[in-house]
C-alpha cells in the first residue's frame, strides 16, 4: 500500500507542476495581449479566448463597474451570442453583484446549486463550478472577472489563485486605459473650448464695419462659406484679407479641418514647391528626412495662398495643377498625391493688368478668379473708423492688461486721415498712441504725437465755398457739392453739412450718387 500511496502523491504533484508551468505560460500571453492592442474591449475578449483554450476556463466573462450608475456591465464574453443586448448588475444582485458588494472571490462547485444564480446571460453550463473574483485598482472593485473550469472540482483553488493573478493583469489595463480615456477626454474638452474660442473670434458678429460696402462684403463672406468654391481675395495692403480668409474657413464646414497659411511672396520658387508640395528624402542638400508639404497638411480643410500675384510664371503651372486636379507630386519624388482641399488666395496686385502683359497665367487666373471679394480702402469707408477704432482699442487694451479708451477729438482726426495704410495703419497708430497714453485716455495730444495732425478739410472748404442754405440747391445737389468741396473724402463732406458719416453715407445711397475715387 504504501509504495502505491506514495506514486500516488508523486503523480498528483507532477500533474500541479504542469498545471502551475501551464498558467504561467498563459499569464506570460495574458500580458502580451494586453500590452499590445489600443482596441479595450477587442484585448478583453481576446484574453478570455486564451483562458478557454490554453486553460481550460470556458464561458469567460469581464464586467466593469459603470461609474456613472454604479452598476457592472458586461463588457466581454466568450462564446456568448454575437448579438447580446448589454446586461448590468446592480452591487448584491446575483453572483456576480455578490462578488462586486463584497470584493472577494466566490467559488461554486456546481453553479446551479448557488441559489444567488440568475442565467441572465444563459452561457454556462449548469453543472459545471463558478469561479469569480473581483478586478481590483488599488482598493476600489473596478470589475469581476468570471469562469468555469472545464476539469470540474479536482483544482479549484488552483484556478482561483490564478484567475486572481489575471484579474490582477486586467486591473493595471483597466486603470491605464480609464488614465487615457480622461487624457483623451481633456483633450477633447480643451480643443471644442478653443475652436469655439476661434469660431467666436472668427464669426461673422466679430466683423467690423456697417458701411453699405462692408455690408456687401460680409454678405459675400456669409454665402461663400456654405461651399468649397475657390475665393480669391483682392484689395490694398492692410485691407484685411486674411481676416476674411479666416472667416470663410471657421464658418465652413471645414471649420473641423486645418486652416493652413503661406505667404507666397515670402519664398523663391525652389523653396516655395517644398513649402507647398513637400519632399522626398534626399530631394537637395539640406533634405535629410521626408517632409509633407502645405497642401498635405490642409487635407479636409483649408489653404490661404497670400498674396499669390507675386509667384513667378513658372510656378504658376505647377500650382495650376494642383487647383485643377488636386494632384501633385513632392519634390524628389514620382508618386502622385491627391487632396482635398479648399484654396482662399488673396493678392493686391491687378491681376487682369498682368495677365494681358503675360506676367500672369491666363488659365490660371480664372481658376483663381471663381468667386472674388474685393476688400474696400480705408479711406472708401470712413463711416467704419470709429467702429474699427473702438475696437481696436478694445483689443490693444487686452493685450496690454488695462482700461482704454479714445476721446471724440482724437476721434475726428482719426476720421479725418486718409490712412494709405489702412486698417493695419490705423492700428499700428493706435497702439503707438496707446504707449504714449499714461492715464488710459488715447487723445489729441497722441495722436498729434504719432504723427497725425488735422486734415485739411477746412482750407479747402474755403477755397471753394458753397452756400449750402442757397435753396435753389437740392438735396442731392448739395450733397454732390459738399463732396466735390471735401475731395469726396465723406467724413469731410459731412462735416460740411453737419452730419455724421453715417447720415451721409445713406443720403449718398438712397440718392444714388456715384461716388469717385479720388
Request: charged share 25%; glycine share 8%; hydrophobic share 40%.
Amino acid at each position: 500500500m504504501a509504495p502505491h500511496n506514495f506514486d500516488d502523491i508523486i503523480e498528483r504533484d507532477n500533474e500541479k507542476d504542469s498545471l502551475l508551468e501551464n498558467e504561467l505560460r498563459i499569464l506570460y500571453h495574458v500580458s502580451q495581449v494586453l500590452s499590445r492592442s489600443l482596441d479595450f474591449k477587442e484585448t478583453l475578449s481576446e484574453v478570455l479566448g486564451l483562458l478557454h483554450e490554453e486553460g481550460d476556463l470556458c464561458h469567460g466573462m469581464i464586467s466593469l463597474l459603470d461609474e456613472e450608475s454604479g452598476d457592472l456591465l458586461v463588457t466581454a464574453l466568450h462564446d456568448g451570442p454575437a448579438s447580446l443586448r448589454p446586461v448590468r448588475y446592480r452591487p448584491g444582485e446575483g453572483i456576480t453583484g455578490a462578488i462586486l458588494a463584497v470584493s472577494k472571490p466566490l467559488v461554486v462547485e456546481r453553479i446551479s446549486d448557488d441559489p444567488r444564480f440568475l442565467g441572465r446571460i444563459g452561457v454556462y453550463d449548469l453543472e459545471l463550478p463558478f469561479i469569480g473574483v473581483p478586478i481590483m485598482i488599488g482598493e476600489q472593485t473596478a470589475g469581476v472577472l468570471a469562469a468555469q473550469p472545464g476539469d470540474g472540482v479536482s483544482a479549484l483553488s488552483l484556478h482561483e489563485r490564478f484567475l486572481k493573478m489575471v484579474a490582477n493583469l486586467i486591473g493595471q489595463s483597466v486603470r491605464l486605459a480609464r488614465n487615457v480615456e480622461d487624457a483623451q477626454q481633456e483633450l477633447k474638452k480643451e480643443r471644442d473650448i478653443l475652436r469655439r474660442t476661434v469660431r467666436g473670434e472668427h464669426g461673422f458678429s466679430n466683423m467690423v464695419g456697417h458701411s453699405r460696402v462692408m455690408r456687401s462684403v460680409f454678405e459675400q463672406v456669409r454665402q461663400v462659406a456654405k461651399w468649397n468654391t475657390t475665393v480669391l481675395v483682392r484689395g490694398e495692403s492692410g485691407t484685411g484679407k486674411e481676416l476674411i480668409a479666416n472667416a470663410i474657413h471657421y464658418n465652413s464646414t471645414r471649420t473641423n479641418g486645418p486652416f493652413i497659411k503661406l505667404n507666397c511672396a515670402a519664398l523663391p520658387d525652389n523653396l516655395l514647391e517644398s513649402e507647398l508640395f513637400g519632399h522626398e528624402k534626399g530631394a537637395f542638400t539640406g533634405a535629410v528626412s521626408q517632409r509633407k508639404g502645405r497642401f498635405e497638411q490642409a487635407h479636409g480643410g483649408t489653404i490661404f495662398l497670400d498674396e499669390i500675384g507675386e509667384i513667378s510664371p513658372a510656378f504658376q503651372a505647377k500650382l495650376l495643377r494642383v487647383l485643377q486636379e488636386g494632384e501633385f507630386e513632392r519634390v524628389g519624388g514620382s508618386r502622385t498625391h491627391k487632396v482635398d482641399v479648399r484654396v482662399v488666395a488673396a493678392t493686391n496686385r491687378n491681376l487682369e493688368k498682368e495677365v494681358q502683359e503675360g506676367d500672369f497665367r491666363e488659365d490660371l487666373y480664372y481658376r483663381l478668379n471663381v468667386m472674388p471679394i474685393i476688400m474696400p480702402a480705408l479711406r472708401d469707408r470712413f463711416e467704419d473708423v470709429p467702429d474699427l477704432a473702438h475696437f481696436l482699442v478694445n483689443k490693444i487694451a487686452r493685450a496690454q492688461g488695462r482700461e482704454l479708451t479714445i476721446d471724440d477729438a482724437c476721434m475726428r482726426l482719426l476720421m479725418g486721415h486718409d490712412w494709405p495704410g489702412n486698417v493695419r495703419e490705423l492700428e499700428n497708430c493706435l497702439e503707438r498712441a496707446s504707449v504714449m497714453c499714461e492715464n488710459g485716455v488715447i487723445g489729441t495730444r497722441e495722436i498729434n504725437l504719432i504723427g497725425i495732425q488735422g486734415d485739411s478739410g477746412a482750407s479747402l472748404a474755403s477755397s471753394r465755398s458753397v452756400d449750402f442754405s442757397d435753396p435753389d440747391l437740392d438735396e442731392r445737389e448739395r450733397v454732390i457739392a459738399a463732396l466735390e468741396q471735401a475731395g469726396w473724402v465723406q467724413a469731410r463732406a459731412a462735416r460740411l453739412l453737419g452730419m455724421t458719416p453715417r447720415q451721409i453715407g445713406y443720403r449718398i445711397q438712397t440718392l444714388n450718387i456715384k461716388v469717385r475715387q479720388i
